[in-house]
């Protein structure tokens, strides 16, 4: 039977891909006619970008990470579901798996649902194990990699049948939509290598700059955009200056078009250590560019190794070498490219996507 009204709840207060996933599906979901309301932290991402839209009603509240403990926040969160006679509600973070969730079980939601969009285990204590054998009815998590890295620690948390893959989904008619009109300049001679992501260890960005130094060294002719910012900014600036790089490799900062960002390149890098999907991928194969990254989590679900990029082990030299086979070869480039398009289209298309998610309502 299908479930109606649905509830997004997420009390992150900055914005992220669990933002984004949670503002698309919310949107989404009401353009389908569905009944939808929004809990989200006070002053937050979510909350701005849904303020005032058409058919949202939006539930602003100060949550943190003992709100569970607070019975007055408890009883406001149960008598908002009940007001509401939610018949599903979606989780974002932990946190809310213990206020959202358990207000809304005191609220006889019949449908609980945790989406889990990052590749760490879930820690084995007593009380995840009693708010997912006893609260939550459904997990959905965004790539097998993260199905993995969240039961490693205890495969039996949550019944298999319980757990649900669903992809992250990508507009692709909207993405096409926006003007394409390239961010950087280019020189002449040169091919453009791209990556994006906060300046994070786990992003990886330091191996980049390692490889430029080698593709340097070796004559290429080339430079790196990195788009992003982070608390390794100033760390992988010295870097870029120590490796003698910093001719070629360009810092960004905070990029609001990514259209127009992959419009500028000729290849797109992500040389993250681990990922829950990578949305910014599909954004580049979107925009029928190649990839080279690293065979990790879950890369190899959305990179192709041989038909949509080149993969290989995390290590700067072998991503010298894959970004050194792109740069010599354009047919290659294009090959990919347009395999990558056809995948996005194939896979993660935000239509498909949102039909696993109804799915996952229903079961």
Same mark, same amino acid.
């Given at each position: 039977m299908?479930?109606?009204?649905?509830?997004?709840f997420?009390?992150?207060r900055?914005?992220?891909?669990?933002?984004?996933?949670?503002?698309?599906?919310a949107?989404?979901?009401?353009?389908?006619?569905?009944?939808?309301?929004?809990?989200?932290?006070?002053?937050?991402?979510?909350?701005?970008?849904?303020?005032?839209?058409p058919?949202i009603?939006?539930?602003e509240q100060?949550?943190?990470?003992?709100?569970?403990?607070?019975?007055?926040?408890?009883?406001?969160?149960a008598?908002?579901?009940?007001? =509401?006679?939610?018949?599903?509600?979606?989780l974002?973070?932990?946190?809310?798996?213990?206020?959202?969730?358990?207000?809304?079980?005191?609220?006889?939601?019949?449908?609980?649902?945790y989406?889990?969009?990052?590749?760490v285990?879930?820690?084995d204590r007593w009380?995840?194990?009693?708010?997912f054998?006893?609260?939550?009815?459904?997990?959905?998590?965004?790539?097998?990699a993260?199905?993995?890295?969240?039961?490693?620690?205890?495969?039996n948390l949550?019944?298999?049948?319980?757990?649900?893959?669903?992809?992250?989904?990508f507009?692709?008619? +909207?993405?096409?939509?926006?003007?394409d009109?390239?961010?950087?300049?280019?020189?002449?001679?040169?091919?453009?290598i791209?990556?994006?992501?906060?300046l994070?260890?786990?992003?990886?960005?330091r191996?980049l700059i390692d490889?430029?130094?080698?593709l340097k060294?070796?004559?290429?002719?080339?430079?790196?955009?990195i788009?992003?910012?982070g608390e390794?900014?100033?760390?992988?600036?010295?870097q870029?200056? =120590?490796?003698?790089?910093?001719?070629?490799?360009?810092?960004?900062?905070?990029?609001?078009?990514m259209?127009a960002?992959?419009?500028?390149?000729?290849?797109f +890098?992500?040389?993250?250590?681990w990922?829950?999907?990578?949305?910014?991928?599909? =954004?580049?194969?979107?925009?029928?560019?190649?990839?080279?990254?690293?065979?990790?989590?879950?890369?190899? =679900?959305?990179?192709?190794?041989?038909?949509?990029?080149?993969?290989?082990?995390p290590?700067?030299?072998r991503?010298a070498?894959n970004?050194?086979?792109?740069?010599h070869?354009?047919?290659?480039?294009?090959?990919?490219?347009?395999?990558?398009?056809?995948?996005?289209?194939?896979?993660?298309?935000?239509?498909?996507?949102?039909a696993?998610?109804?799915?996952?309502l229903?079961?």
């Amino acid at each position: 039977m299908r479930s109606n009204r649905l509830c997004f709840f997420n009390s992150n207060r900055p914005w992220g891909g669990g933002e984004h996933w949670h503002c698309q599906q919310a949107l989404l979901a009401r353009d389908r006619g569905y009944d939808v309301s929004v809990v989200a932290g006070n002053g937050s991402e979510l909350a701005r970008s849904l303020r005032g839209e058409p058919g949202i009603r939006l539930f602003e509240q100060p949550l943190g990470s003992l709100s569970f403990l607070n019975p007055a926040r408890m009883a406001r969160l149960a008598a908002f579901f009940r007001a =509401e006679a939610v018949e599903a509600v979606v989780l974002c973070l932990p946190r809310d798996v213990k206020a959202g969730g358990v207000a809304a079980k005191l609220a006889g939601v019949p449908r609980i649902i945790y989406r889990r969009g990052i590749a760490v285990p879930v820690r084995d204590r007593w009380l995840n194990r009693l708010l997912f054998s006893r609260v939550l009815t459904g997990l959905i998590v965004n790539s097998e990699a993260t199905r993995r890295c969240v039961l490693a620690e205890n495969p039996n948390l949550i019944a298999p049948a319980r757990v649900h893959l669903v992809y992250n989904g990508f507009d692709v008619a +909207a993405f096409d939509a926006r003007p394409d009109t390239p961010l950087a300049p280019r020189r002449p001679g040169e091919l453009l290598i791209g990556t994006a992501g906060r300046l994070t260890e786990q992003k990886g960005q330091r191996l980049l700059i390692d490889a430029a130094a080698m593709l340097k060294a070796q004559g290429e002719r080339f430079r790196v955009l990195i788009a992003g910012t982070g608390e390794l900014e100033e760390r992988l600036k010295a870097q870029a200056r =120590e490796r003698g790089v910093a001719d070629v490799v360009e810092f960004l900062g905070f990029v609001t078009d990514m259209k127009a960002f992959h419009a500028s390149l000729d290849v797109f +890098a992500l040389p993250s250590l681990w990922e829950g999907f990578g949305f910014v991928l599909a =954004e580049a194969m979107a925009m029928r560019l190649p990839v080279a990254a690293f065979d990790v989590s879950s890369v190899p =679900e959305v990179v192709a190794h041989g038909e949509t990029g080149l993969l290989s082990e995390p290590d700067a030299g072998r991503l010298a070498a894959n970004l050194r086979t792109l740069l010599h070869d354009a047919g290659l480039r294009r090959r990919l490219g347009e395999a990558g398009r056809a995948r996005v289209l194939e896979r993660f298309e935000l239509g498909q996507t949102f039909a696993q998610f109804e799915r996952c309502l229903d079961s």
